[in-house]
């Protein structure tokens, strides 16, 4: 069992960046890749970018290439996102899952969640 905790979310101007974390207990992140999914009120969970175990592998949605980094410190169990260059439309919850395999952006692929974290930008 793994527990995921998203923290950094928060309101910030369009252009301004902001940094989450994802933190895990109870089993070691370098076991997975990690994902990085948002969703706003009414539509789906969409992917945003995610990273494999070692870090050697990334991926990116198109809307965010560029402006955000997915980066990872196995000995700190810790994820994080940057994301620079923020759009009012980057607002959403953003969430951090698990999985194991090939990386994907698949949402069906990911076992083990977080609660998000609420991140608004403002124009």
């Known amino acids: 069992q793994v527990q995921l905790v998203e923290s950094g979310g928060g309101l910030v101007q369009a252009g301004g960046s902001l940094r989450l974390s994802c933190a895990a207990s109870g089993r070691a992140l370098s076991d997975y890749n990690i994902g990085w999914f948002r969703q706003v009120p009414g539509k789906e969970r969409e992917f945003v970018a995610a990273i494999s175990p070692l870090g050697g592998n990334t991926a990116y949605a198109d809307s965010v290439k560029g402006r955000f980094t997915v980066s990872r410190d196995n000995a700190k169990n810790r994820v994080d996102l940057q994301m620079n260059s923020r759009k009012p439309e980057d607002t959403a919850v953003y969430f951090c899952?698990?999985?194991?395999?090939?990386?994907?952006?698949?949402?069906?692929?990911?076992?083990?969640w977080g609660q998000g974290t609420q991140v608004t930008v403002s124009s």
């Open positions: 899952a698990t999985e194991r395999g090939p990386l994907t952006g698949d949402i069906d692929t990911y076992s083990y």
